[in-house]
């Protein structure tokens, strides 16, 4: 089992960043590839970016690209989301996720681990 805890989330006006942080234990090497979705109310959960521990390959939403940066810290079993330039639509929960290999990176049903999620409120 991984365990996935979020933090960093809040209110920001729009234009505002906001630096979101994902601790991993348990069974760390099984989380190879840990990513972000997001979910709004009354919307399915999107991915948001994901990074390949082995290879530091990273993959983004068309929707955030030039905006978010995901990076890792494999010492410390850390994975970062950098928020620049945040729009209201960037607002939900944001949840941290991670899984050996996905078959899809951008089906949630694809990852194994979830995090409880953290709250990032956008206001315009």
């Known amino acids: 089992q991984v365990q996935l805890v979020e933090s960093g989330g809040g209110l920001v006006q729009a234009g505002g960043s906001l630096r979101l942080s994902c601790a991993a234990s348990?069974?760390?090497?099984?989380?190879?590839?840990m990513g972000w979705f997001r979910q709004a109310p009354g919307k399915e959960r999107e991915f948001v970016a994901a990074?390949?521990?082995?290879?530091?390959?990273?993959y983004y939403a068309d929707s955030v690209k030039g905006r978010f940066t995901i990076s890792r810290d494999n010492a410390k079993n850390m994975v970062y989301l950098q928020t620049n330039s945040l729009k209201p639509e960037d607002t939900g929960v944001y949840y941290c996720?991670?899984?050996?290999?996905?078959?899809?990176?951008?089906?949630?049903?694809?990852?194994?681990?979830w995090g409880q999620g953290t709250q990032v409120t956008v206001s315009s």
């Open positions: 348990g069974r760390t090497f099984s989380s190879d590839t």
């Open positions: 990074i390949i521990r082995s290879s530091g390959n990273t």
């Open positions: 996720a991670a899984t050996y290999y996905p078959d899809n990176y951008y089906l949630a049903g694809s990852w194994d681990y």
